[in-house]
């Protein structure tokens, strides 16, 4: 082995690196580049349910229903609908010029096949009960759809938004059966198709010729780049290897602020995170008091302001403020000031039976993550200093930590969040009714669960809205959580990029996108 | 030689099974489903799901099967991935960190025996000493501080160089990985080199040559620099288990779609197994690693073939 | 090696030392002074952390808990190593062969692979950490003490201890294992940074020790993210760590020549 010829190698070896792909350049086509902080598990509307998964679904695929680039309502592969006067029979008409990548006509039949599918248990859809308030869905003809209600549901169009309820080619699914959604194979009815995914690193979007409205669709290359270190999204996009971030690491929120300040998009989000109690053992079960003691010692405007300090809001309230057609209720403590709130915490600490002497010893588990540990330990202090509590953190893997959640043994205080999956405050109150399957805490209270129901029963919005605030209402009261605060969603977006909109869903569909033409 | 070779894989197979159940029971052992999320399942579908992929079987039925698939070289399908198996996420990852790997290990021995050698030949000058502080500060700084720091200067601040992966296609991806993962190695095996090369100048074989007027050119590549890589040869086995170990690191950080970073991602998320795929598949990788360096020392060195 | 030697100690002492010196604790965070440059003024003489926490103290405490780890995880690894390799080396034959068979096989397992699952998979603390890094290191500990008890075996101190009937395993732990100090003073030395690097390895990916404690690895992690901002974050931790690691590997390395010098005819 001599050294001169492994420098030969080296350099040779580093060349055909290099020579292999240099095709790049010369593209005049436009690309833009999006950074996702997890990978989809799949592109099948049926079995993804993470949210980046749905970001991409949005991109490749199309509802009956979509949005604009402002987060309203719009028209989508059905071009028009009408809705009955007793509010339970919609009836949508599908675009006659709406296509697959392949070619074919999306039709009606796509879309019942496709909730076929979806409610089957042999799918093991993880959305399967979203559209449980649909009585049936019914292919008309080839461009006519009608949906029948069980009950009025003010947010169905919201529901008819989300990738789960997408169409399904049934021809293609026949073919490749359960793997029909690997790229190559997977054909879309949205604006961009699945041109190539190479796991952990990149998913390529390319312009879909076929899509109704092809020709509005300014970008003709997406590429969704798995980046799962924010640290690393932000340094690829400060080399100007991202267009748009997926997020802004905690650490350098400051520095960002400062020095990329025009380019940082930061908006409230539908999305709450709470510390709940684990309401089926001591300390907590039967004890409200103590409840409250630690949800009102936790001083949220000094967490949000100086240990977040990009924008969350304090939560007073389970339902975060900015949804549609609801009026979020608040604890009644909200107006009083952190140290009034903290001598009441004390006493009803007190009156819980704990004191200095007795102080309550308390696990605090959060999943592993920056931010989880930050306010974990802010809260830990806090509790610390206002009454005493000896607090242990405990970090956990994400999954152990749902393990621990679901089976109510050892957990205590636990963090989570709920992120809406549609713009309605029941997304957010049904989580708690007892037979939910996210009720983590193990909440039950007949009365909020009556409320609950007669809320669903109401064809009237106003008297819907006034049902569900009073279980809102009762809720809170029982303090079966902490919320902590409301989250934002953090975007960098590069000046080349045009057609940026801030939303409280925080959806941003590339074919809504441009870039500036380069000088 | 044959012979050797065949008793050394024969004697993998225990090995290898021994990781398998090992992990096999760790991975089943640890609380938490590959489809737990904050949105629990409705229970019909974590039943269909669990039927789907045998989790309903007892343990032994399972580790069974999971055996008769591994025979036929069928690692089974990703819990994480759901389009895709195993075999196919270990095809992608693979290559690329063996590129990476390889690439990190020939820019080690090149660099590390080049300056470990020059350190040699001007043992106590200093430039000697310039290397082996180089060499010594090298393992003392984590991984993990170095990929970001060469990230943050020679990407961030002055643009020369990407920062991540998935967006270039060229040759300018590879430079800060593979330096950040060479670096270590780079100076384990100039002190290496430095030793033993010492060592071996030392020695009378060479003063004979040298009193033969040879020049020192000469004689390092004819005479000394064989017996002098022994030493390093016997190094490759801990050299490669530092590159996998490093390689984790450097792939989460630059986001580099390798095994490393799917092992890690995979035993978060509990996809039981990739998990266990990578881990069996690196365990026979080592093995048979270990197996090449074996036989490569026994060329180089006829002591141990005739042992 | 003296110099070495005197560093490592002085890091040592004032671990110990320096945070009854200080007025401030580890845990107590203070919200208006979030990222405090370091300095006399505010008593935080290496400032503060990203929740206003005293990083002096908390350095400080790292450096006594990644000591501890380290200390710990060579100990684990020394004493199987030690009983291994000693058994091994001593009984020798078919036993000797089965034993070593069995630690080339444990080479062959992806360790640090093993390592992220156990602690992915059970409740993280404290002492798993240590097990966890000890049992990865003690195999070159057994193979070396195997050799260094070959050639004891047959020295005259233990023909006559065998001769006066002192059973096997006194022989090995009172008559073999002392007279193997040296050498295992020498790995242990060497040991102690690569356990001192998987536990950073392990706070890297967020599997280290639990809040509010810290390790320097842990330290060093956060910095890392903080470097543009607040770069005494990532210096200071990263330069104690890198000098810990340096003293050590200094250190055995010169203990190695000194004890080769001394057995060397």
């Known amino acids: ?519 | 030689m044959l012979r050797y070779t065949l008793l050394r894989l024969l004697g993998a197979i225990p090995t290898l099974l021994l990781v398998i159940v090992l992990a096999f029971l760790m991975v089943h052992a640890a609380p938490g489903g590959p489809f737990d999320d904050e949105r629990a399942l409705p229970a019909e579908v974590a039943e269909k799901i669990e039927e789907a992929y045998h989790l309903d079987e007892p343990l032994p039925q399972q580790f069974m099967r999971y055996l008769s698939g591994l025979v036929r070289g069928d690692l089974g399908p990703s819990y994480g991935y759901r389009d895709r198996t195993v075999d196919e996420v270990i095809g992608f990852g693979f290559p690329v960190s063996l590129q990476l790997g390889a690439l990190a290990m020939l820019l080690a021995l090149v660099v590390g025996v080049g300056c470990g050698t020059v350190a040699a030949l001007r043992q106590d000058s200093l430039l000697d000493r310039a290397v082996m502080a180089f060499a010594m500060t090298g393992i003392s700084i984590p991984v993990f501080v170095v990929a970001p720091v060469l990230v943050l200067l020679l990407a961030v601040k002055l643009q020369w160089l990407p920062a991540g992966w998935s967006g270039e296609t060229g040759a300018a991806r590879y430079f800060l990985p593979v330096i950040t993962l060479a670096l270590p190695q780079i100076a384990y095996i100039a002190r290496l080199t430095r030793a033993s090369m010492i060592d071996v100048l030392s020695s009378d074989f060479i003063r004979t040559a040298r009193a033969q007027g040879l020049g020192t050119k000469a004689i390092i590549r004819h005479h000394a620099l064989k017996p002098a890589m022994l030493p390093v040869l016997s190094y490759m086995g801990p050299a490669i288990a530092a590159i996998l170990t490093g390689s984790v690191v450097v792939e989460e950080v630059f986001g580099i779609p390798g095994l490393g970073q799917f092992f890690v991602r995979a035993a978060l998320n509990r996809d039981y197994t990739l998990v266990l795929g990578i881990v069996i598949f690196y365990a026979a990788l080592i093995i048979l690693l270990n197996l090449i360096v074996d036989i490569l020392y026994g060329v180089i060195d006829p002591r141990v073939r005739q042992r | 090696m003296k110099k070495s030697g005197a560093i490592l100690l002085a890091i040592l002492l004032l671990a110990i030392v320096g945070p009854w010196l200080s007025p401030n604790d580890y845990l107590t965070t203070n919200f208006d002074g979030i990222l405090k440059p370091p300095g006399l003024s505010g008593a935080h003489l290496f400032g503060t952390d990203d929740l206003g926490r005293d990083l002096f103290v908390r350095t400080m405490l790292g450096i006594r808990v990644t000591l501890l780890v380290a200390v710990v995880a060579s100990l684990v690894s020394l004493v199987i190593g030690v009983t291994y390799g000693a058994v091994a080396g001593y009984v020798g034959g078919r036993v000797d062969a089965v034993m070593m068979r069995f630690v080339d096989t444990l080479y062959a397992l992806p360790f640090i692979f093993l390592v992220i699952l156990l602690m992915v998979a059970f409740e993280r603390n404290f002492l798993l950490i240590f097990v966890a890094i000890g049992a990865i290191n003690w195999l070159d500990m057994a193979r070396i003490v195997r050799g260094q008890t070959i050639s004891l075996r047959e020295r005259e101190f233990v023909d006559a201890a065998r001769l006066v009937g002192v059973s096997t395993a006194g022989i090995i732990f009172r008559h073999i294992a002392p007279n193997l100090l040296g050498i295992v003073v020498v790995y242990v030395t060497l040991t102690i940074p690569q356990a001192i690097l998987v536990e950073s390895f392990l706070s890297f990916l967020g599997l280290g020790i639990q809040e509010p404690q810290t390790s320097l690895g842990a330290l060093v992690d956060a910095g890392v993210n903080q470097m543009e901002g607040a770069s005494w974050t990532l210096l200071i931790p990263a330069t104690l760590l890198a000098l810990i690691l340096l003293c050590f590997n200094f250190l055995g390395d010169a203990l190695r020549d000194f004890f080769d010098a001394r057995r060397a005819p």
């Open chain 1, 1 to 519: 082995m001599k050294p001169i010829r492994l420098w030969l190698l080296l350099s040779a070896f580093l060349a055909l690196a290099a020579c292999g792909n240099s095709n790049d350049a010369g593209q005049s086509s436009s690309v833009l580049n999006r950074g996702l902080v997890t990978e989809p598990e799949t592109l099948d509307v049926h079995k993804a349910r993470s949210l980046q998964a749905a970001a991409v679904q949005r991109d490749i695929g199309e509802g009956l229903v979509g949005y604009s680039a402002s987060g309203e309502l719009a028209a989508a592969a059905a071009e028009r609908w009408e809705v009955s006067d007793d509010g339970l029979i919609y009836t949508f008409h599908l675009r006659r010029d709406a296509r697959w990548s392949n070619g074919d006509s999306v039709t009606a039949g796509h879309f019942v096949f496709a909730v076929q599918r979806l409610v089957d248990p042999a799918t093991a859809a993880f959305y399967a009960q979203f559209l449980s308030d649909v009585a049936e869905i019914e292919a008309v003809d080839d461009h006519t759809l009608r949906v029948e209600l069980k009950r009025v549901t003010p947010y169905l169009l919201k529901l008819l938004t989300h990738p789960a309820t997408f169409p399904v080619h049934p021809g293609s699914l026949a073919e490749h059966g359960d793997s029909f959604a690997r790229p190559g194979r997977l054909l879309s009815n949205g604006a961009y198709v699945l041109a190539e995914w190479i796991p952990g690193s990149v998913l390529i979007l390319t312009r879909n010729e076929h899509y109704w409205n092809n020709e509005n669709t300014a970008i003709d290359e997406v590429r969704h780049h798995i980046i799962t270190q924010e640290t690393t999204e932000l340094a690829r996009y400060r080399t100007g290897e991202i267009d748009i971030t997926d997020s802004v690491p905690p650490d350098s929120f400051p520095q960002v602020k400062k020095e990329l300040g025009d380019q940082l998009h930061v908006s409230p989000q539908l999305n709450i995170y709470y510390y709940g109690y684990n309401l089926t053992q001591p300390p907590f079960r039967d004890s409200p008091e103590l409840r409250q003691a630690l949800s009102m010692a936790i001083d949220r405007e000094q967490l949000v302001e100086k240990v977040m300090g990009r924008g969350e809001t304090a939560a007073y309230s389970w339902v975060p403020p900015g949804v549609d057609n609801y009026t979020p209720t608040v604890f009644s403590y909200a107006s009083l000031t952190q140290e009034e709130r903290n001598k009441i915490a004390q006493s009803l600490y007190r009156e819980a039976g704990y004191s200095e002497e007795q102080p309550l010893q308390l696990e605090l588990r959060y999943n592993t993550n920056d931010t989880h540990r930050r306010v974990a330990v802010a809260v830990q202090s806090m509790w610390r200093e206002v009454l005493g509590a000896e607090v242990t953190l405990i970090n956990e893997e994400f999954q152990v930590l749902l393990a621990n959640m679901r089976a109510r043994q050892v957990t205590q205080v636990f963090r989570a969040s709920w992120i809406g999956d549609y713009n309605d405050a029941h997304t957010f109150l049904s989580i708690l009714q007892s037979d939910n399957e996210a009720n983590t805490p193990g909440y039950s209270n007949a009365e909020y669960d009556a409320l609950m129901r007669q809320a669903a029963e109401q064809t009237d919005l106003d008297r819907r809205r006034l049902y569900l605030e009073e279980a809102e209402r009762v809720m809170l009261a029982d303090h079966p959580a902490i919320p902590i605060y409301f989250y934002v969603s953090k975007h960098l977006v590069s000046p080349q990029v045009e057609g940026w909109r801030d939303n409280v869903l925080d959806y941003h569909y590339s074919q809504h996108l441009s870039l500036k033409a380069a000088e």
